[in-house]
Structure formats: C-alpha cells, structure tokens
C-alpha cells in the first residue's frame, strides 16, 4: 500500500507563526491563526478513500518541535510527502526537504508558477500545478507517480468531491485560533472554486482557479448540517474567493432558513462590491449569515482600474452601507505600496479606511503590503519593468516593500498601515463597537481582536 504524507514542516522564525494553510496570501503573525485547510484536507480524503494510506501533519497548527513533528513523519515512513508552498517560505520547504529522505510533491500556486524552478532541487520528486491538486494527487499516483511536473487541469465537476473527513485531518487544531471567528468551535468550507470574477493582477489564485465553478447549493446545506449536527460547529467560514450570487444565494439561504439551520450556526464568506442589493443583504442577515468579507485594496479608482479589480470607490461606500446596515459585520481589506501611489493616494486610502469604521460600516479590517506573486500579472508586469526590489523568495512575506515605489518611502508606507489600524481606537468607532455588544462572549471576541490589532501593529513596525 503506497503511503502519503501531506505534511506541514514546523517553521520556527523569529517572524512569527506562518499562515500558511489558507494559500491565498502569506503572513507571518506575531498572534498564531489556524485556517482549516479546504483542498489539502480535500486530497487526504480522497486518497484515503482511494486505498491509500495517509498521514496528514500540520505541525505548524498543531505546534509541534521540529524534533516531534520528525519523529512522527519517520513512524509513518510515506513513500511521498506532500506540501502546499507559498513563495515566501519556499526556500525553507526546500531546505529541509533536502535535509530529509523523502520524495517530496510540492503542490500550491508558487509551484504552478516556477514548477520548472522546483523540480531541479534535491529530494524534490514532482510538482503538481493547479488548484484542483486534491484531485489530481490522486491521479499523479495512479499514472505512475513519475519524477517531473505534473499539469492537471480543472476539468472536474465539484460534486465529484467527497465529503471531507475531519477527523482524518483534525479539524479541531482549527477549530478556535481563528480570528473570524466570533462562536468557536468553528470551521472552514468552499461553495465554489474560486472567484466569479478572477481577474485582479496581484492574485495569486487566479493561476490556481482560472475558471469558476460551484458546488450545487443543497450539498453545501447538507455539509453545514451535518457539521453542526455532528461536531457542534457554531461558525463556519467559507473560503470561496467570492461567494457564489444570483439564483445561487437565494436558494442557499432559503435553504438554510427552510431547516433553522439559520438560528443554529453562523455563516462567513468572501464577497465582492457591487454584486448584490440591499436586500440580498438582508436576506443574507436572515438566513444566519455574521461576517461578510471584502477586498477594497485602494481608495483610487485609478488603481482598482490598473487592478482589474471592476470595482467602483462608490460602490465601495453603499455596500459597506447596505451590508452593515442589514446587521452583518463587515471586515474590509486594504493593501498598500503600489508603485504608481504617492502620499495623497495613501492618505485617500487611509482615510476611506477610517471614515468607514467610525461610520460603523466597517466591523474590523485588515491591512497589508502589496505582494506581487510569481505567476500573477502583476509580478509580470513589475518584473519585465524592473520594478521589483528583490527576487529573493524569503521577503516576499508583507514585511518588506517589494514593488519599487519612487513616490513614497517604506517606511511611510508602514505608518500608513498603522493609522488605519489605529482608526479602531476613534472615539465614534469605540462607541460603535459598545452598542453592539450584546453579551460577555462579545466581550470576549472584542478582547482577541484587540489582541490581534496590537500583533498587527507590531507586524508593521518600521525598523527603517
């Protein structure tokens, strides 16, 4: 029997703890959150309903020593180990897979893009490109499991999927250190994969998920009711690029309002402006939904513009509106450090940041450099202008200005970051925050998040 490890290596540094099993961005935190990984989680299932025998290690999540997380890898002794990379850590994954005796399969968006780059370093085995990897792990083994790159396709319909196992992948390690989450134990699903509208130049899946499908909405009912019904789920967080719309929506949250699932669990997702009505909103609130995500990343329509983001400034404002109004909580993402931006594009941004958490149409929000990902438009873009400041892997962890911005300073653009998180502490957005509080288990969210706000904080001091 072929054995498989879908591993997660400790990765000690003086960073943080890397967020690492939600592959759509990179940070090391000075606070640890664990993201219950979708597609690995996925892969391990379907292998192990295939006859396989999988271990699957996060040690990062489970924080385990370097020493312990070996010890355990050696018991199992897989004949592969396979690990989901991301640019700013890929130099570590291949350091120590070369420091072990293993035939590693590197699998996630950095080894789509420089899969030719990978497979040339010691002990690497494979490279499997794509974002349905969960599926086409599967197939790389039953074709032979051969030493190369292995391009697999998206042609699969998602109801092919199984149900994930979760105890196969131990779910609870992120059931409760996870900052979305307001009611733990919580968890993680994907409705779709991956983004409806997959054209921003900065992101990384777009090389991962170029075509967006769904899952039919009735199953992903059936999943949220046997999550709640058999492990006691409060929240669960859908990780879908952008959630799905339409007729889809409307049928999910009827559905889920059809089978009071809506009085027993709560429901977060990723959306985009300018997609939905007030009342798809409202509608939303009343089928059990808490958060609803959003990513702004500039006040300039110009730069949404150069994006491709298909965003307007304005819908920005009345959808923040609509949504907080309905009773959802928002939470808004920001990036900074884009090489066109001078001080005043940084101060709309700041500004538009601030006014929307003081208005209270804005729950809590997230700020970060820009990272141009190998693969994405816009590391082309940058790349072929000799806009790139390093092409050193290791820093391209949101620490550090990676794009060259001859308008503005790095660490102008850090302090930027700073005053937005500290809009959290104006008058009208504390007074905001205390009206909403509506038990000590609010509190309790309040005093983590505040905990997180001073890690991120510290995430962008400037040492310049």
Excluded at 45 to 63: H, N, P, R
Aim: charged share 25%; proline share 4%.
């Amino acid at each position: 029997m072929v054995k498989v490890a879908i591993a997660y290596p400790p990765l000690l540094s003086e960073k943080g703890v890397p967020l690492l099993t939600q592959n759509r961005q990179f940070q090391w935190f000075s606070r640890p959150t664990y993201i219950f990984p979708v597609v690995p989680a996925t892969a391990a299932t379907v292998l192990d309903k295939a006859g396989y025998e999988v271990l699957f290690l996060d040690g990062i999540a489970a924080e385990l020593s370097e020493a312990e997380f070996d010890k355990r890898l050696k018991a199992f002794a897989p004949d592969f180990v396979v690990i989901e990379t991301k640019t700013p850590v890929v130099k570590r994954h291949l350091k120590w897979v070369s420091e072990h005796d293993c035939k590693a399969i590197f699998v996630g968006d950095h080894a789509t893009a420089l899969g030719e780059e990978l497979v040339k370093e010691k002990n690497v085995h494979a490279v499997i490109k794509g974002g349905d990897w969960d599926l086409g792990l599967k197939a790389y083994l039953e074709a032979g499991a051969k030493t190369g790159i292995f391009d697999f396709p998206l042609v699969h319909d998602l109801k092919s999927l199984p149900k994930i196992d979760r105890d196969l992948v131990n779910w609870k390690l992120y059931a409760k250190k996870n900052g979305n989450f307001r009611s733990t134990p919580g968890t993680y699903i994907m409705s779709a994969r991956d983004c409806w509208h997959a054209k921003c130049t900065f992101c990384s899946w777009t090389t991962l998920y170029p075509a967006y499908r769904t899952r039919d909405y009735t199953e992903v009912v059936d999943e949220i009711e046997e999550l709640v019904n058999k492990y006691g789920v409060k929240e669960i967080m859908d990780d879908s690029g952008s959630f799905p719309i339409g007729s889809w929506l409307e049928g999910f949250c009827n559905e889920l309002i059809r089978r009071g699932l809506n009085k027993r669990v709560k429901i977060d997702c990723n959306m985009r402006f300018g997609a939905l009505s007030k009342e798809s909103y409202e509608l939303m609130k009343k089928a059990g939904f808490r958060l609803v995500l959003f990513g702004v990343e500039s006040a300039n329509q110009y730069t949404l513009d150069r994006l491709n983001k298909n965003l307007k400034v304005e819908d920005v404002r009345r959808g923040a509106k609509w949504a907080s109004e309905a009773g959802l909580e928002v939470h808004l993402t920001f990036m900074f450090g884009y090489p066109w931006e001078g001080k005043t594009e940084i101060a709309n941004t700041v500004k538009l940041a601030r006014e929307l958490l003081a208005l209270g149409h804005a729950s809590t929000l997230q700020c970060t450099m820009t990272i141009p990902y190998p693969g994405t438009p816009l590391f082309k873009e940058l790349d072929a202008a000799d806009g790139l400041t390093t092409r050193d892997w290791d820093e391209y962890d949101m620490r550090r200005q990676i794009m060259k911005t001859p308008l503005v300073t790095e660490k102008e653009i850090k302090a930027a970051i700073q005053e937005v998180y500290r809009g959290f502490f104006q008058i009208a957005a504390l007074i905001k925050r205390l009206k909403s509080t509506k038990s000590l288990s609010d509190l309790d969210f309040y005093y983590r998040g505040f905990r997180s706000l001073i890690g991120h904080l510290f995430d962008f001091k400037s040492h310049a």
